[in-house]
């Protein structure tokens, strides 16, 4: 199965760009990298997903190595209303079946 | 409306007691899930609805058993729990399976506690 690393937990000072590391050294070359996020007391929100090349959307950049065994979810300008868990989700391979990867605590320092 | 709605928000129940969680939707989606999530973990998949039929079983134990009685509704029936059951229950959503997994709208969970 596809599996993930992350870091357990990250801080951020408001308004500086966040960089989130996830490790997939396992990905198959045809896995979307998914990455959502959870607010506290909350369920979890669809934040960005991604291929092979870099993506951009509203909330977020994603940007993936080229080898695609590693990616990292950038938001540009952190505010206190993203601190949250991130998570990165691939697919376990064979199946339909998305496994979430054990997450990041994202703090937002005033 | 993108929502996913979830009653109730908190459960209290004894090892005893028969209850259930209620998720519904209005997006028009085909396929619901169960996923349960203990504390400072991630969520795991339980159960896969699609077109109103089960299509996954994560091998949970049979004193969970879901049931989708229309396109909308998703229940999970709870009986004879254990306290290691407590965790958040979430439900989600999304317009068909199999899909990419982006599609996936989340509720807001019932919170559950087994005494």
């Known amino acids: 199965d596809a599996k993930t690393t992350q870091p357990n937990s990250m801080e951020s000072n408001e308004e500086e760009p966040v960089h989130l590391p996830c490790n997939h050294s396992t990905i198959s070359g045809t896995d979307y990298i998914h990455w959502y996020r959870q607010l506290p007391s909350q369920g979890p929100e669809y934040v960005i997903h991604g291929l092979t090349s870099n993506v951009n959307n509203r909330m977020a950049s994603l940007a993936i190595a080229e080898d695609r065994k590693s990616s990292t979810l950038i938001l540009h300008r952190a505010t206190l209303r993203d601190a949250a868990v991130y998570y990165c989700?691939?697919?376990?391979?064979?199946?339909?079946?998305?496994?979430f990867g054990t997450g990041t605590r994202l703090k937002v320092l005033a | 409306d993108t929502e996913v709605t979830q009653t109730p928000k908190h459960l209290v129940m004894g090892m005893t007691n028969k209850k259930s969680l209620k998720c519904e939707q209005h997006?028009?989606?085909?396929?619901m899930y169960w996923y349960k999530q203990k504390a400072k973990k991630p969520p795991e998949l339980m159960f896969v609805y699609s077109y109103e039929k089960l299509s996954i079983n994560e091998s949970v134990p049979s004193r969970f058993s879901p049931e989708c009685p229309n396109s909308s509704l998703l229940n999970l029936h709870l009986h004879a729990l254990q306290p290691e059951d407590s965790a958040l229950y979430l439900c989600?959503?999304?317009?068909?399976?199999?899909?990419?997994?982006?599609?996936?709208?989340f509720g807001p969970g019932t919170r559950l506690t087994v005494t």
């Open positions: 989600a959503s999304s317009q068909e399976t199999p899909v990419s997994f982006y599609e996936q709208y």
């Open positions: 989700i691939l697919r376990a391979s064979g199946t339909y079946k998305y496994i």
């Open positions: 997006m028009g989606h085909r396929a």
